[in-house]
């Protein structure tokens, strides 16, 4: 499986938002890190290139944050276009790939941006661990795959209860 630029994940739920007005910059980061995690839990792989940081907000990723600061949104769901060669960035997505952002986007995509920060702001978070050791700090992919992988234990745990 490929690991996919963060821009072009953050596509994968603009596109699926379908609204033509800029969202908040939270709501890209906190999906992309949801999907990422998941898929690191489901699927034994990375779904971004890039780690992300533990800033403020809770986990960015730096790339998504430069180019929306730099160069916007834009097209039909306001997408992150790559500025030199004027296209959307784009994921080929395996088909389990595209099963998780699927999964978070049903999960995750109606909520507000302070509801998903405040989700990866609890106690014992990857975002949590490595923010407290220095802030801005890179999180470990092995810890955020074991946070999600927890995740799906305890709600086949409640499901089963």
């Given at each position: 499986?490929?690991?996919?630029?963060?821009?072009?994940?953050?596509?994968?739920?603009?596109?699926?938002?379908?609204?033509?007005?800029?969202?908040?910059?939270?709501?890209?980061?906190?999906?992309?890190?949801?999907?990422?995690?998941?898929?690191?839990?489901?699927?034994n792989e990375p779904?971004?290139?890039?780690r992300p940081e533990?800033?403020?907000?809770?986990?960015?990723?730096?790339?998504?944050?430069?180019?929306?600061?730099?160069?916007?949104?834009?097209?039909?769901?306001?997408?992150?276009?790559?500025?030199?060669?004027?296209?959307?960035y784009a994921a080929?997505?395996?088909?389990?790939?595209?099963?998780?952002?699927?999964?978070?986007?049903?999960?995750?995509?109606?909520?507000?941006?302070?509801?998903?920060?405040?989700?990866?702001?609890?106690?014992?978070?990857?975002?949590?661990?490595?923010?407290?050791?220095?802030?801005?700090?890179?999180?470990?992919?092995?810890?955020?795959?074991?946070?999600?992988?927890?995740?799906?234990?305890?709600?086949?745990?409640?499901?089963?209860?």
């Open positions: 499986m490929a690991n996919h630029r963060p821009e072009a994940i953050a596509n994968e739920f603009l596109r699926r938002r379908a609204d033509g007005t800029w969202p908040p910059q939270m709501i890209l980061h906190k999906l992309t890190y949801l999907a990422h995690g998941w898929n690191l839990a489901i699927n779904l971004v290139s890039d533990a800033w403020d907000g809770g986990p960015v990723f730096r790339r998504i944050w430069d180019h929306v600061k730099k160069h916007g949104y834009h097209g039909m769901n306001c997408e992150l276009v790559n500025p030199e060669t004027k296209e959307e080929e997505l395996t088909a389990e790939e595209t099963a998780v952002v699927d999964h978070v986007w049903t999960k995750y995509g109606h909520m507000s941006p302070w509801e998903l920060s405040n989700m990866t702001h609890e106690p014992g978070t990857p975002w949590s661990n490595a923010y407290l050791k220095h802030r801005n700090a890179a999180l470990s992919n092995q810890e955020i795959k074991q946070h999600y992988v927890r995740l799906a234990l305890a709600g086949r745990t409640a499901a089963a209860g």
